[in-house]
T-cell receptor, first 114, second 109 residues
Framework: NAGVTQTPKFQVLKTGQSMTLQCAQD?????MSWYRQDPGMGLRLIHY???????DQGEVPNGYNVSRSTTEDFPLRLLSAAPSQTSVYFC?????????????FGEGSRLTVL | GQQVMQIPQYQHVQEGEDFTTYCNSS?????IQWYKQRPGGHPVFLIQ?????EVKKQKRLTFQFGEAKKNSSLHITATQTTDVGTYFC?????????FGGGTRLMVKP
């Protein structure tokens, strides 16, 4: 049982480049979300999805796009990377939505934007 | 989610000493969750508290939810080096689950 899988684990981009962080879960969870973690700032919610075809903005959505075409996958797109987007990104899923409080996290993707 | 503030931001303890981290809100919370993140790792869910005044224990960890549901604490008795990491509280409002800034625990052997 793989749980939540994120790829790539590490990525270096130049300012203005685009890329997609992949997230896949094999637990049939309806709820998925993306967080970024910066030193001393905890985890901040970027976007979330309560099911296939449904996405919504979190606390810091600017500069990021998401889509949810299947239950399993929830990719995060950076259309034009900026140095301020250097961070560690975590994807998380939950079987009962945010109300249940228990998120299962992937191992993270460390992104550096030069 | 409603904003929750955690204190302290950092804590150094000698192995065997106790440790407490606090999570505070200016508004009433519907629930609160606690997570642990080991250095270089990802957050792992520990527990959820829902009821006013609720107390739950997991071995050396004691979790409390305040009577007014505006604060919570995590207490570790007799810390061990395996307790090293950052402890986060979180809460949800609707479909958004947001986190406090975390308390980083360092344990000196």
């Amino acid at each position: 049982n793989a749980g939540v899988t994120q790829t790539p684990k590490f990525q270096v981009l130049k300012t203005g480049q685009s890329m997609t962080l992949q997230c896949a879960q094999d637990m049939n969870h309806e709820y998925m979300s993306w967080y970024r973690q910066d030193p001393g700032m905890g985890l901040r919610l970027i976007h979330y999805s309560v099911g296939a075809g449904i996405t919504d903005q979190g606390e810091v959505p600017n500069g990021y796009n998401v889509s949810r075409s299947t239950t399993e996958d929830f990719p995060l797109r950076l259309l034009s990377a900026a140095p301020s987007q250097t961070s560690v990104y975590f994807c998380a899923s939950s079987p009962q939505g945010a109300a249940a409080g228990e998120l299962f996290f992937g191992e993270g993707s460390r992104l550096t934007v030069l | 989610g409603q904003q929750v503030m955690q204190i302290p931001q950092y804590q150094h303890v000698q192995e065997g000493e106790d440790f407490t981290t606090y999570c505070n809100s200016s508004t009433t919370l519907s629930n609160i969750q606690w997570y642990k993140q080991r250095p270089g790792g990802h957050p792992v869910f520990l527990i959820q508290l829902v009821k006013s005044g609720e107390v739950k224990k997991q071995k050396r960890l004691t979790f409390q939810f305040g009577e007014a549901k505006k604060n919570s604490s995590l207490h570790i008795t007799a810390t061990q080096t395996t307790d090293v990491g950052t402890y986060f509280c979180s809460n949800n409002a609707g479909n958004m689950l947001t986190f406090g800034g975390g308390t980083r625990l360092m344990v000196k052997p």
